[in-house]
């Protein structure tokens, strides 16, 4: 069976302009833009649609008191360096600080930015005094309460490993009560809908889980603001790769389009960049 026979129509249309169809892709790279987007449709209340684990992962973020605020150029210099070390980690080249204020500037009503924002100061506080308990909880406990030590020395460890990363996160930005952005997204609202553009994350803030919760403030956002639906951007076809299985928590739609056209205005032009194209594009991968 065709799934794709009710389209012919528009590629029969599309080809007498002398159009040509870049075909049915499935990966991102095929085509400028992916045939495949993953949608949030609006909902009256989103937190009650969320898969259970999602749910669970915000609850994880506020544990770790994850605070998100949202505003314009203010918070273009934070959510720049998130998006540098997103670059750096993935080995990716995204968009500059310049770039995001430009957007930001041709769509003032409709554009803005979320920031995952964490008092590391308050966290370390607290795990000191966490650590405190444990260790004289542990001096308390008889040597043949085995199991109770076991649990007792696994939390032990762990809140030594977070006042660890808390030391070397002060190193960088200093030992003193502020809030550190974490996480961030850069988003633009148009018409009815919202396109989530760019995301960036600390790296070290991974299991404050920052990006569950901000993500869940975006939709609400764009869906106060009246927005039929939020684009998180395109996934793979095939769905089993991670953007996937990162976006489906949070209950999207996946579109699929027709895909891409191009209209060669000099045909022979046209096929001399398409083999260029092709070969620089080879070199890249």
């Not at 889980?209 to 764009?222: D, G």
Request: a neutral charge; aromatic letters at 12%.
């Amino acid at each position: 069976m065709n799934r794709y026979k009710e389209t012919e129509l528009y590629l029969d249309t599309f080809k007498s302009c002398n159009a040509i169809h870049h075909g049915y892709t499935t990966s991102i790279a095929d085509t400028v833009q992916p045939r495949f987007q993953s949608n949030v449709y609006s909902y009256e209340n989103i937190d009650e649609t969320l898969p259970k684990h999602t749910k669970r992962l915000i609850k994880d973020a506020d544990r770790r008191n994850v605070q998100i605020i949202h505003g314009q150029g203010e918070l273009l210099d934070e959510f720049s360096r998130l998006v540098e070390l997103t670059e750096s980690r993935k080995g990716v080249a995204l968009r500059d600080k310049g770039y995001f204020k430009t957007l930001l500037e041709n769509y003032k009503d409709g554009g803005v930015i979320f920031l995952a924002m964490c008092n590391v100061y308050q966290l370390n506080k607290e795990a000191k005094i966490k650590k405190v308990k444990l260790e004289k909880e542990i001096a308390q406990t008889c040597e043949n309460a085995k199991k109770k030590l076991h649990r007792l020395e696994d939390q032990l460890r762990s809140v030594d490993n977070d006042i660890k990363e808390f030391k070397e996160i002060f190193s960088e930005f200093g030992q003193e009560e502020k809030d550190i952005a974490i996480a961030g997204i850069l988003s633009i609202q148009y018409g009815n809908t919202c396109e989530m553009l760019y995301a960036g994350m600390d790296e070290r803030f991974k299991k404050f889980m920052p990006q569950y919760k901000e993500y869940v403030e975006n939709f609400k956002w764009a869906f106060e603001r009246g927005c039929s639906w939020s684009n998180m951007g395109g996934v793979e076809g095939t769905l089993d790769d991670g953007l996937t299985k990162f976006k489906d928590n949070f209950n999207p739609t996946i579109n699929e389009f027709i895909g891409e056209f191009d209209i060669p205005v000099y045909p022979f032009m046209y096929r001399l960049t398409q083999k260029a194209y092709k070969i620089l594009k080879s070199k890249h991968m």
